[in-house]
């Protein structure tokens, strides 16, 4: 199979890229810098790289023909404001430019489950005449996965502080593994092209559910303070230093988990009725 992937900066589309690797596909990734590629995925012989820039259309060399395959991985952290938006749907649509003068066969739109594009997005997929899916994913749980960073490094501190609102906020983390599994399973397949699927764990938990889940898990005993309302610059600067995230990701990151993130429908167990990992045995596989 011929597969095409930007965005690869993401932790899910790193982690999509190995895993087709092993499958010996053939992967070209469309990179902005080579210098912020992983090293140590470019000696493989069924791995390419095209260094470009979709906002400008410029590239180092043509795409590959014939593509089985496109991935576009969208990263929240660049949907914040009008500015941001706009530079997303310019990058979207020059991205399916490029796909369709490559005959690609089935265009993948990845995101998490609240993005405030989400309309626009499918509205430019629809226009483009390519096989499309969009896909919204809720937290990964992984062993480099974002969210895992943020309980790592908080664990650390001797007191952990936070506000209800985002201690009570719930969503369906899903394993890392489980969610290459179903991106696996819609790659190239008939069954889901045109229509949009949401995937998420099995259980529904709220942020102080899983922090607590983790730290038993990790066999680290602190203490969680819970205040009854802390405003939002404070949230991004606890989860700055606390969580060791840069400003700007901390920032988007609160804004983001400041309500449900929930799928909102299931369907796509009806396609591919796979039993995905409880946050329990996600983090065991994460930590192991």
């Known amino acids: 199979m011929n597969i095409l992937l930007t965005g690869v900066n993401n932790y899910l589309g790193q982690e999509l890229v190995s895993y087709f690797l092993k499958k010996d596909y053939w992967v070209t990734c469309l990179i902005r810098s080579e210098t912020l590629f992983y090293a140590n995925k470019k000696t493989e012989k069924n791995l390419s790289t095209i260094q470009g820039d979709l906002i400008r259309e410029k590239y180092s060399k043509n795409f590959p023909e014939d593509l089985d395959v496109a991935f576009y991985f969208s990263y929240y952290i660049a949907e914040r404001g009008d500015i941001y ?6 990058s979207l649509q020059n991205y399916i430019k490029k796909a369709r003068r490559v005959n690609c066969s089935h265009l993948i739109y990845v995101l998490p489950l609240r993005s405030p594009v989400i309309d626009e997005v499918k509205d430019l997929l629809e226009e483009s005449y390519i096989p499309y899916t969009i896909i919204r994913t809720s937290n990964i749980v992984g062993k480099d996965s974002l969210l895992m960073q943020i309980f790592k490094k908080m664990t650390k501190n001797l007191t952990i502080v936070s506000n209800t609102k985002l201690a009570k906020s719930r969503c369906q983390p899903i ?52 205040l009854p309302f802390v405003h939002t610059f404070f949230s991004t600067f606890w989860l700055s230093t606390s969580g060791g995230l840069p ?31 409880t946050f329990k045995e996600a983090v065991l596989e994460a930590i192991s």
């Open 85 to 90: 938006q706009e530079l997303e749907l310019l």
């Open 175 to 226: 394993a890392l593994s489980d969610a290459i599994a179903y991106l696996d399973f819609i790659s190239f397949n008939p069954a889901v092209f045109n229509q949009s699927f949401d995937i998420g764990g099995p259980e529904i938990l709220s942020y102080k559910e899983m922090l607590l889940e983790f730290m038993k898990l990790s066999k680290v005993k602190r203490t969680v303070i819970t």
């Open 247 to 277: 400003k700007k990701i901390a920032g988007a990151f609160s804004k983001n988990i400041q309500g449900d993130l929930l799928c909102e429908d299931n369907k796509i167990h009806d396609l591919f009725p796979h039993t995905c990992l």
